[in-house]
């Protein structure tokens, strides 16, 4: 078969529900895909050179597949998300040629897991541009992988929630992904913080709390475990109040943990005021993120954070990397 000339894949954002840095102590989590994609699309080019532009972004430059170099066509602008790129296409043997357009729906640095979306959306595109089909496990361990080597560390969960979409309960050390299976609409409001944590530095940060107290730090896991276990229920059966009630928990456990900030609690405290049934940080923290559960007052959360932060509505996305 002929390659198809223009190939366009797309790949959700995530956004962590429960148990975030608990994860990282072999304890379970529940994420859920989000209704913001990247779309990769490539096709190929008159010459043998291979470009890339991020429209939202700003940002585009020649790639060299073959080198594994990256030159921007303006200096001044991070390499950022085209690390990702270049590293999908040399993992997907794919050859230079290439003329790659993304376009972001997710925004970038609000812990949505962009950089994730781009990867699997990137990893899906380039082997179907080759013919090649890969299965979804097939997909979510090379885009993991593109991670690792760009970042260094990175937890699967980003990638597999990109890849498999809907809402997944990893277990201990993501050996196990559990597809929950969930009727009711999840609304959920994203409140984001200009400030953006860092997510190895605040991992560390909590590891070296571990290494002072652990007779502390061991049970405070211990209960985001059993709060991961409880939301797990309460979504299936759809309790709404349960759902709202362990976030609230998940919420003071993080901060225990010492990875909450002022601005985050004031947008989680605004939320819950404004009729949310519970409010957490999400992710890594000390800055970033914060999501709401909202049945009912989606736009009045919405309107109260956006009066000092930025917020926005977000569903679930039951569908994971696709080709358009
Ligand atoms: O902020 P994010 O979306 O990168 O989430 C980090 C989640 C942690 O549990 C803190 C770290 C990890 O690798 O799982």
Do not use: W
């Amino acid at each position: 078969m002929l390659n198809p000339r223009n190939v366009t894949a797309s790949a959700p954002g995530k956004t962590i529900l429960f148990g975030e840095h608990a994860v990282v102590y072999g304890k379970p989590a529940i994420a859920a895909a989000v209704d913001k994609r990247a779309y990769v699309s490539i096709e190929e080019r008159e010459d043998n050179r291979t470009h890339v532009r991020i429209n939202e972004l700003g940002i585009s430059g020649y790639l060299n597949i073959e080198k594994g170099t990256i030159e921007l066509d303006n200096d001044e602008k991070n390499e950022g998300i085209l690390k990702y790129v270049l590293i999908a296409l040399m993992k997907t043997g794919s050859k230079d040629g290439l003329e790659i357009t993304i376009n972001m729906d997710i925004p970038v640095g609000a812990g949505l897991g962009s950089s994730a979306a781009v990867t699997v959306a990137t990893v899906k595109a380039a082997s179907s541009f080759k013919d090649i089909e890969l299965t979804s496990d097939g997909i979510a361990k090379l885009a993991h992988q593109v991670e690792l080597m760009v970042q260094g560390s990175a937890s699967p969960i980003d990638t597999i929630l990109s890849t498999y979409g809907g809402i997944v309960y990893l277990s201990r050390d993501a050996e196990e992904i559990i597809k929950l299976d969930i009727d009711s609409e999840i609304p959920l409001v994203i409140g984001y913080t200009s400030e953006r944590g860092n997510t190895g530095k605040l991992v560390e940060s909590v590891r070296l709390k571990m290494e002072i107290a652990p007779q502390v730090m061991i049970p405070l896991f211990n209960s985001m475990e059993a709060l991961t276990n409880g939301a797990r229920e309460a979504l299936t059966s759809g309790d709404h109040k349960m759902i709202g009630e362990f976030m609230n928990i998940n919420h003071g456990l993080l901060d225990a943990i010492g990875v909450n900030t002022e601005e985050l609690s004031k947008m989680v405290y605004i939320a819950r005021k404004s009729g949310a049934f519970g409010s957490k940080l999400t992710g890594a923290g000390g800055g970033g993120s914060m999501i709401a559960y909202c049945p009912g007052k989606v736009d009045v959360v919405i309107e109260s954070i956006n009066k000092f932060e930025k917020a926005f509505k977000v569903k679930i996305s039951a569908d994971g990397v696709r080709l358009e």
